[in-house]
């Protein structure tokens, strides 16, 4: 490649930054409190095994070391059909907010992730005032079949959560015939599944230390910053007219 070919004449000096090891750690404090980790669940069933499996998920977070709430989607409205202001509603945003890492686990129903997980995320808008509630926080994903294994749902929510700017580990975990793989109080058998989760959810929380305290730095990005440099400038301009 020439000299000339390395000349970048559309970049904006001022906002170009070169990402080094050194940067991601030098403007932050380490937490000390647990890794706040948010569960979600797709099924109103008396006995949902996606529930079950989130409230298997969350006592390996707890034993890992994490702080965990579970929200119940029961009685929260359709999007559209109520506003902001619906105590459920409330209730899930601010959960979005409180966590530093999710854990989205449902049922795959007719080959995609159920309406009920998915309107608690369309619940959640791209941003509440300055602040994206779910970008840079960590996510796992998982589901649970009626039938033989399938990923359709997982993958389904991977997209999902690169939509909402969150960071989805590597690994992930998906049931098939949760019928057979629960006991009747809910507690999941021992199997190769359930190692899996416990894969998963230790993933998840070594990925929520490291990723915590840096969030900010790893979500800046170059556009934004451009951005935020011309509507500077705009107002500056503006008030000398």
């Not at 569960?39 to 890992?64: C, D, T």
């Not at 509440?128 to 990923?151: H, W, Y």
């Not at 929380?205 to 490291?210: H, R, Y």
Request: aromatic share 8%.
């Amino acid at each position: 490649m020439s000299e000339h070919d390395a000349n970048l004449p559309n970049i904006e000096t001022t906002e170009f930054d070169i990402p080094s090891l050194g940067k991601v750690t030098e403007s932050s404090l380490p937490a000390t409190h647990k890794p706040r980790i948010l569960l979600l669940y797709g099924s109103l069933r008396e006995r949902s095994y996606s529930r079950f499996a989130v409230e298997e998920s969350a006592r390996l977070l707890n034993a890992f070391g994490a702080e965990t709430r579970i929200f119940n989607p029961a009685g929260l409205p359709q999007p559209d059909t109520e506003d902001e202001s619906h105590p459920k509603v409330k209730e899930l945003r601010e959960l979005m907010i409180w966590s530093e890492g999710q854990v989205w686990c449902s049922p795959e129903r007719h080959g995609s992730m159920t309406s009920i997980f998915k309107s608690q995320i369309d619940w959640m808008p791209l941003s509440i005032g300055a602040v994206r509630p779910t970008q840079g926080k960590t996510l796992a994903v998982m589901q649970v079949c009626g039938g033989s294994q399938s990923f359709n749902a997982v993958n389904q929510m991977r997209i999902l959560g690169r939509w909402m700017r969150m960071v989805t580990i590597p690994n992930q975990s998906s049931v098939a015939k949760a019928f057979l793989e629960f006991e009747e109080d809910g507690r999941m058998k021992a199997s190769s599944y359930y190692n899996r989760i416990v894969d998963v959810m230790e993933e998840l929380v070594k990925f929520t230390l490291l990723l915590r305290d840096n969030k900010g730095y790893f979500v800046d990005r170059y556009s934004e910053r451009v951005e935020s440099a011309e509507k500077l400038s705009q107002r500056v301009n503006q008030r000398s007219i």
